[in-house]
């Protein structure tokens, strides 16, 4: 239900993000990217309006970056991803205040 909302906010995955994968393949990859679990978990178990932090020990990808930053405009959660590269990522409102850089 996410990813179609997320679809209808002009979210558009980018296949460029998984390598070595037929293209009728990669949009399904993509659907199940670490980032993108792990955040669908966590708003299911945490209270709304609080923020989530997610904590992991690989750089975000391109695809994974972009689609967080629809997230909080369809649930109106803060999402704050910290990653391997010891980056910290606040999406809100639709963007990001690393500003896109990672």
């Not at 460029?16 to 393949?25: G, M, Q, R």
């Not at 750089?59 to 369809?74: E, G, N």
Request: aromatic content about 10%; some cysteine; glycine content about 4%.
């Amino acid at each position: 239900r996410l990813s179609r909302q997320m679809e209808d906010t002009g979210y558009m995955p980018d296949s460029k993000a998984v390598l070595h994968v037929e293209e009728v393949n990669k949009r399904h990859m993509l659907s199940h990217h670490n980032e993108k679990q792990a955040i669908s978990f966590g708003l299911i178990s945490t209270f709304l309006k609080r923020p989530y932090m997610l904590t992991k020990s690989l750089r975000v990808c391109s695809d994974c970056h972009v689609a967080t930053k629809f997230i909080p405009q369809i649930i109106w959660q803060k999402i704050i991803v910290r990653d391997g590269a010891i980056h910290f990522h606040h999406f809100e409102h639709g963007v990001c205040l690393c500003g896109d850089y990672w």
